[in-house]
Structures are given as C-alpha cells and as structure tokens.
C-alpha cells in the first residue's frame, strides 16, 4: 500500500506544484489505485508516473471546487482510450454526477465503460467488502465537502506449520479447519484446538484523507489512530484569522489533529503558493513543533504504508 501525491498545491496550478490529486496504490492488495480528487492537470501528472488509468477502479471527490474536479472530464475520456474495463465508482457530494455527465454529454464523449455515481447525502459507511471499509464525515469548508477513511480489514494469523509437523500432524485439508482454529480430531484420536496453531493476527492499516476544512470534531473522529493522516495546510499559524475566513487550516492545527488523534505520521498538503523555498520548510517547522512525524509533501512524493507487527 501507497500514497502518490499528484497535486499538492491550493487553488491554481503553480510551477513547483499542480493541484489536488492523490492516488492511493493498492497494486499488492487488490491490483487497483483509488483516486482522491482529481484537479486539473491530474492525467498530465500520472504520466510521470507508473499509474495506468486503466488500473483506477474507485475515484473519490471530497468537493466541487474546480481545484479537486477540473481534471475529471480528461481523465475518465483517457481511461476509456486506454481500454479501461469494468464500472468505475466515483463518490462525492450530490453534484458530481451532473458535473461529470454535462461534460461528457457537451463533449460528445463516449465512454467503452460504465460509470456508477455513489453521491453521498450523508456520513458513515460509503464502501465495504472483505478487504476494505470506507468511511466519510462532513467538514466544514464553504461548500459541502468530506474527508474520507479507509480501513483495511485484519490479517489472519498464519498457520504455524512447523508446530504441526513437530507433532506429526500430516498436511491435507485438515489444515484448512485448524488455520480457522476449529476444534479437530486427528485420524489417531487426538484433540486438538486450531487457534493453538495459528499466529497471531495483524492489525489492517488505515489511511484518512481530508478535504478543505477549518478545524472539525468530524476531522478527529476520522483520524483516530490512522497510520497516515492527509491534511491541508494552505495556511501559516500566523494567518489563524485568514484560514477561518477562508474556511481553511493552518499547519498547527492540522498537526493538532494528528497528535490527538494519535496517528502515526501526518502528510501536509495543498500548499499556497505563497510558500517557496524556505516558507515551506517554515510551515513543516510549525507543524514539527506540535506533531513532530510531519511532512510537506510534494508533487510526485510516494510514501509506502508498511503492514503493522503481529
């Protein structure tokens, strides 16, 4: 698992970064990436990349500002060039829909591949199956806009083979009833419990990436005890006044988040351009002095989720 910054800037593209677009890599894990936002100029950036369109199965929008949806229209046209297959999932706040088949509908675009819109009225539960949860809340930006959550589901023990054959316990199916730590009868009359053969199990990594936000209750409730938490940082703690104005967060209090929230590493993103050259490693500083496992992303920054330790 893999977090790909294609955008970090807010608002316009800059020369040193693109706008929201981050892809979370989940090759290993289901042989697919799952887009978060898509602003303009996203397609451009994922030619730097190793990601292939066609290889993009879920896109989820946290708002309808141009910066986090301009990039739609283009990339879903370039998907359908690049024979992607399946029904792609695109979530987000009532309106995407319209936005996105207005485009392909003036543009006289046709798509090789379905579209199915999950347009999210309210918080909770938004996608599950047996490898992944994903949850959203409401935050509080000028428009209605969401954070996501995404929970990967346990790891089961593994089967301690060794211990097995220490016994003699031949291999066949009845490894299959120990590894779900069933209650077995061997052929020779022994007993045994399966959970006593079986390692312990792995906790699943979560990921939580925010939208544009002034500081929430909603946005710790989605950070608790996240491996990453993807913040916005458009503005510098000396510019408190101007973040609430314009419904945005500042380093500080992103990295107030992280640390109550008790999360493993916070990722800073959609950075003003205002911040150059030292400005931005001012900004991490400030967020460093309250959460010191900080970092300024980057366009193209790539930032590996190791699994966690039994």
Known sequence: MEIQFLGTGAGVPSKQRNVTGIALKLLDERNAVWLFDCGEGTQQQ???????????????ITHLHGDHIFGLPGLLSSRSFQNGEGTLEIYGPKGIRNFILTSLKVSETHLKYQIKFIEI???????????????????????????????EADFQGELLVDKLKEMNIPSGPIYKRIKNGEICELKDGRVIDGKDF??????????????????????????????????????????????KSYYHSTSTQAATIAKDANVKQLLLTHISARYLGKAVYDLENEAKSVFLNTKIVRDFDMIEIPLKRS
């Open 46 to 60: 994922i030619l730097n990349t190793t990601i292939r369109p066609r290889k993009i199965e879920k896109i989820f």
């Open 121 to 151: 009225e309210e918080s909770g539960l938004v996608f599950e199956d047996q490898g992944f949860k994903v949850y959203c809340e409401e935050l509080d930006h000028r428009i209605k806009c969401y954070g996501y959550r995404v929970v």
């Open 198 to 243: 079986v390692g312990d199990s792995r906790d699943g990594r979560i990921v939580t990436i925010l939208g544009d936000t002034r500081i929430h209750p909603n946005s710790l409730k989605l950070a608790q005890d996240a491996d990453v938490l993807v913040h916005e940082s458009t503005f510098s703690h000396d510019e408190s006044k101007m973040a």
